[in-house]
């Protein structure tokens, strides 16, 4: 029984396996996945407020900058990189379409949260679309064309 | 900002938690770390380690115990939402979780986690106050439990000794004439609440007869309304009369969204908002 300030883990990121990877205890998952160059995880406000950095985990999307490295041991990660699906391509191209990207900061998180909603199978209201975003800031765009990337993505796939 | 430097140690059941954390007065439980690593980021504290104890299995299971509905410490907010047995017996916890935070946040925060917190601007302290609930610890010397009310001490003071560690929730069930209800003022949906209220009422056809009022994001604390439960009985909804009496029994602490003051009128309306609820 005894505690470190580094831990040896492994998971996968996207279907890329990570053995036996050295990562401080005190890092956060959002840091080390940058640090390995996958930096479509943005990062924020590091307090879960903003959703910027809000990536899958075990098949449900969690805040990257709440979740620490060492606790990932054993996970499958996809992060915003991993969005090469069919479905994924689909919402890509909505927020294309609808310009639901400015500055592209929360895109990688409002994506994640789409692919919560997309995979939910629910039928939402523009209202309840908005309530489910209410976790991701946008700073940009007034969220308009973002409910309707998301609102076509729905009726598209669901 | 980063967190400050600690060390890491994963439980792997409750006796390795407990005696680890009894070693070391410094330590602290990580479990789904949606309060605890946002504190850490901000170096609002500085444990020596973090003894991880969300992958001890078993601890997250929601079941029927006697005349109780046990949620296990880890059961996440996610779990409880979607659980047939919490839909089927408890639905109002369903619908203030809603009110707690975001899916994301939702999906790793801990049922657990945020009775042990203790955050007086949270909802589940005070939903478990209303309700009566036992919390269940578990330290060196065994098992005991503890009146939700009497768990609660202040500022993010609980009765949780050094040694203890929270490991389930037991809410005992609602008669069908006994309803919990609940509302709060709140910016944003998902953010913590300006002032909020759990009201635990028992009708008689649709006389009130009895009611619990207790508060939340008003004080240190979960704040219990005694005198002006009793005054709401007598004669249902008095603006002035109601903020008199909630003015005297609680200490409203004011904080970066709302004075004492406005958590006081707030107090007071949600008192009708309840009432308005009921005649629903
Ligand atoms: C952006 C944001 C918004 C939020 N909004 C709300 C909201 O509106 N309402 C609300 O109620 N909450 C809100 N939360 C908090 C959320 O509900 C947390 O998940 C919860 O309060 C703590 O649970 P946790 O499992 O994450 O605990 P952790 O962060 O792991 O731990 C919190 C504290 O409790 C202790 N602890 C945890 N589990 C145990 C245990 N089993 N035994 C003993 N001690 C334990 C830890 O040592 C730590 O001190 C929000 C969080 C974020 C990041
Ligand atoms: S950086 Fe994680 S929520 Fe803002
Ligand atoms: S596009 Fe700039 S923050 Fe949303």
């Known amino acids: 029984m005894s505690a470190k300030n580094s831990v040896n883990i492994s998971f996968s990121v996207n279907g890329e396996n990570f053995e036996d990877v050295t990562v401080p205890t005190r890092q956060h998952l959002a840091d080390y996945l940058r640090s390995q160059g996958l930096t479509g995880t943005h990062l924020g406000c590091e307090q879960g407020a903003c959703g910027a950095c809000t990536i899958e985990m075990d098949g449900v999307a969690v805040r990257s900058c709440l979740v620490l490295a060492s606790q990932a041991n054993g996970s499958s990660i996809t992060t915003v990189e991993g969005f090469d699906d069919e479905v994924m391509q689909k919402v890509k191209n909505n927020f294309l379409k609808h310009n639901a990207f400015q500055c592209g900061f929360c895109s990688p998180g409002m994506l994640m949260t789409t692919k919560e909603i997309i995979s939910s199978k629910k039928k939402l209201s523009r209202d309840e679309i908005r309530s489910e975003i209410s976790g991701n800031y946008c700073r940009c765009t007034g969220y308009q064309s973002i409910v309707d990337a998301i609102e076509e993505s729905i009726n598209e796939i669901n | ?280």
């Not at chain 2, 006697?66 to 996610?78: P, Q, R, V």
């Not at chain 2, 002032?195 to 009022?213: F, T």
């Open chain 2, 1 to 280: 900002m980063k967190a400050p430097d600690f060390s890491y140690f994963e439980a792997q059941n409750i006796q390795d938690a407990i005696k680890y954390k009894s070693e070391d007065d410094e330590a602290v439980i990580l479990a789904g770390g949606q309060s605890l690593l946002p504190a850490l980021n901000m170096r609002l504290s500085s444990p020596s380690c973090l003894i991880d104890i969300s992958k001890i299995n078993n601890l997250n299971e929601i079941k029927i115990e006697g005349d109780f509905i046990n949620i296990g410490a880890l059961a996440t907010h996610s779990d409880v939402m979607n659980n047939d047995l919490i839909n089927e017996k408890l639905p109002c916890l369903v619908d203030i979780l809603k009110m707690v935070a975001h899916a994301a946040i939702r999906n790793k925060g801990t049922h657990g986690g945020s009775i042990a917190y203790g955050d007086p601007a949270a909802e589940l302290p005070a939903f478990a106050v209303a309700m009566d609930a036992e919390i269940v610890l578990s330290g060196l010397s065994g098992q005991r439990i503890v009146n939700a009310k009497d768990f609660y001490r202040g500022l993010f003071e609980t009765d949780l000794k050094s040694d203890e560690i929270l490991i389930a929730i037991r809410y005992p069930f609602l008669s069908h004439n006994q309803h919990l209800i609940f509302d709060e003022v709140c910016r944003r949906h998902g953010d913590y609440a300006m002032a909020g209220l759990m009201a635990r009422v028992e009708l008689d056809k649709s006389k009130i007869n009895n009611l619990d009022l207790v508060y939340f994001a008003t004080g240190d604390k979960p704040n219990i309304a005694q005198n002006t439960a009793k005054l709401v009985i007598d004669d249902r909804y008095d603006y002035e009369k109601l903020k008199k009496s909630l003015a005297s029994e609680i200490d409203f602490a004011g904080d970066l969204n709302s004075s004492s003051e406005m958590k006081l009128h707030l107090a007071t309306i949600l008192i009708n908002k309840i009432l308005n609820k009921l005649e629903r």
